[in-house]
């Protein structure tokens, strides 16, 4: 009788409107400002040079059923309070520049220290050629190091924006730990 779906910014109309046609009500629940659903990551396996067809293909897939939602139907209410980030610095950005600071957030019991949250790290002479900043990467090569030499109970995460950043970061990571074994 009652359809509820979440995370309805990924879901595309298509995928939804069976399930809405067959209840009474709906309730979706999603981000506007979170990203729309895409079949860009179908067609990673896919050998094509022309970007313009990717970013035509991100274009075209980008609408969601919340975006048909938030067109036909009023009210639209927003939630104001974000309680996933263990850290409110996690979030404190994007709530500035996204959500003009109407999020409430629950501060973090362990307040500002350099081992938890996130923090803006300036890389003198980065250039990003190619999908790629070898800059960056060896930076981040050198936290990870440091992690793991000063911080071994702690677990470690690292994310890029693309594969070739992450390849390049996971190869110079092996060069440093082949010459590691080798002292």
Sequence with gaps: DIVVMDEASQLRPEEAIGSIARGSQLILVGDPKQ???????DRLGTTTDDADDNAQAAAVDSESILDVCIGHFNPVRALRWHYRSLHESLIAFSNSHFYRNRLIVFPSPYGMSNRLGLRY????GA??????????????VDAAMDHMVNHAEDSLGIVTLNLKQRDLIEELLDQRCRNLSKT
């Design 121 to 124: 790290q300036y890389v003198q």
């Design 35 to 41: 990203l729309p659903p895409t079949s860009f990551f």
């Design 127 to 140: 250039v990003y050629e190619s999908q790629m900043n070898r800059a960056e990467a060896a930076r981040v």
